[in-house]
Structures are given as C-alpha cells and as structure tokens.
Nanobody, 123 residues
Framework: VQLQAYGGGLVQAGDSLRLTCADS????????TGWFRQAPGEERSFVAT????????RYADSVKGRFTISRDAAKNTVYLQMNDLKPEDTAVYFC?????????????????WGQGTQVTVSS
C-alpha cells in the first residue's frame, strides 16, 4: 500500500473541493481508509473513514453533512468530497490505511500514511 493524497488548494468559504487518496500499491488489498487533518499548532484529528468495501463510513461531527467519503475500488482510490467549506477547515489533510475489515477512527489504528495536501479556506 502506497498512498498519495492530492487535490488541496486555496478556496473561499462556501466553496467545494475534492481530495483524492490514490493507492499505487497492490490492488485488492483490504483495509480501511481514513482522512485526518492537522492545523498549525494542533494535533492531527480524525475527519472521515470508509471500510474496504465502501459500505461503512463515519465522520467527525464537525464535517458531518458537508463532507462525503467514497471509494472507487477499480481505481484503488478514495475521495473526500468537501462542500460548504469553512475557514476552520483549513489544515493539511492526510489519508491513511488501517488493516481492518471495518472502519477506524483513531490515529493509532492507522499503519500507513500518505503525504499531506494543504487546504486553505479564506473567509
């Protein structure tokens, strides 16, 4: 599993962005994928997770109803669609893989991390 996150950028409040987490490693690997974010001076925090099948998802309360996580198994890719972005969503966003057949919401459950992608939301 080799994860690469991209799709960040500078947007205005209310805009949308879609982040992509692409796995360039072996296809068919069964793991949960999570998105986390880290703002300057803060700890990395959970945003969303999806299981290997794409059938189970969970979100942080702060993004529920605005963000959607999805998986395209054929492309070995997970997306994070972010709508109605707010300045408090500004952070570096990371995707990660956890070797579980369910979902995972804790950083400690994740074994493999991709590099981050910067999301900046101006007011």
């Amino acid at each position: 599993v080799q994860l690469q996150a991209y799709g960040g950028g500078l947007v205005q409040a209310g805009d949308s962005l879609r982040l992509t987490c692409a796995d360039s490693g072996r296809t068919g690997a069964q793991y949960a994928t999570g998105w986390f974010r880290q703002a300057p001076g803060e700890e990395r925090s959970f945003v969303a997770t999806i299981d290997y099948s794409g059938g189970l998802t969970r979100y942080a309360d702060s993004v529920k109803g605005r963000f959607t996580i999805s998986r395209d198994a054929a492309k070995n890719t997970v997306y994070l669609q972010m709508n109605d972005l707010k300045p408090e969503d500004t952070a570096v966003y990371f995707c990660a893989a956890a070797w579980t057949l369910s979902i995972a919401t804790s950083r400690r459950q994740y074994d493999i991390w991709g590099q981050g992608t910067q999301v900046t939301v101006s007011s």
